[in-house]
């Protein structure tokens, strides 16, 4: 009986969450009300505040189901990427997390969800802190990589690592941003590909 309860309240929060991302998409972050979510996922407002405290929770809880598979994508505990250079690693993170974008509809409504449709203010000033949280987390990896990659190639950068990181962050940032808002123009993963190599060439590493 315990176990049917718990996949009860599992499968009521996932369609919370389904609902959410639905509601959210089509009316903004700001616009759309627990009330309107509920009513979507067929569900009481009793039901949301009983997995979520406030719409910046679900809303953060949204953007986790998501985010977090892809943050442990090419972790340290894969052996696969262990055995790699940290160009490779480097490499093949931003090459998943693009194609994973690219390939699953339901990640690249979350993505332009959190780009386009939610604004940072009132209940949803907390928001901003966790973007912020996960984009310096993103920042540091890339620091990471690009200093190990210099180490091991000998090479010195031309600037800071962590300024190399953040140019590197904002073209990923900005092809996403360029291929979301236009309608997906462009193939995301291959043009991803070919624009990090010619970034990291022109930083002195042999790609």
């Given at each position: ?5 718990k ?20 009316k ?82 979350v ?97």
């Amino acid at each position: 009986m315990a176990r049917r309860t718990k996949d009860d309240a599992d499968a009521t929060r996932s369609s919370l969450l389904d609902a959410a991302e639905r509601v959210f998409y089509d009316k903004g972050v700001a616009r759309a009300s627990l009330g309107e979510i509920a009513q979507a996922a067929g569900a009481t407002r009793g039901a949301i505040y009983w997995h979520f405290k406030d719409k910046a929770h679900l809303f953060n809880a949204m953007m986790d189901r998501v985010t977090l598979p892809l943050e442990v994508a090419c972790n340290a505990g894969d052996a696969a990427c262990r055995a790699a250079s940290p160009l490779q690693r480097l490499r093949a993170l931003v090459d998943h997390l693009l194609g994973s974008i690219e390939n699953d509809e339901h990640t690249r409504r979350v993505f332009e969800i959190a780009m386009y449709r939610v604004e940072y203010v009132n209940e949803l000033s907390g928001v901003r802190e966790r973007h912020l949280t996960s984009q310096a987390r993103f920042h540091a990896m890339l620091a990471r990589e690009l200093g190990d990659a210099a180490e091991q190639q000998g090479l010195t950068l031309p600037l800071e690592t962590a300024a190399a990181a953040t140019g590197l962050g904002a073209l990923f940032d900005g092809l996403l941003q360029t291929w979301v808002l236009n309608g997906a123009p462009f193939a995301l993963r291959a043009t991803g590909r070919q624009l990090v190599d010619v970034y990291l060439r022109g930083l002195g590493f042999a790609t």
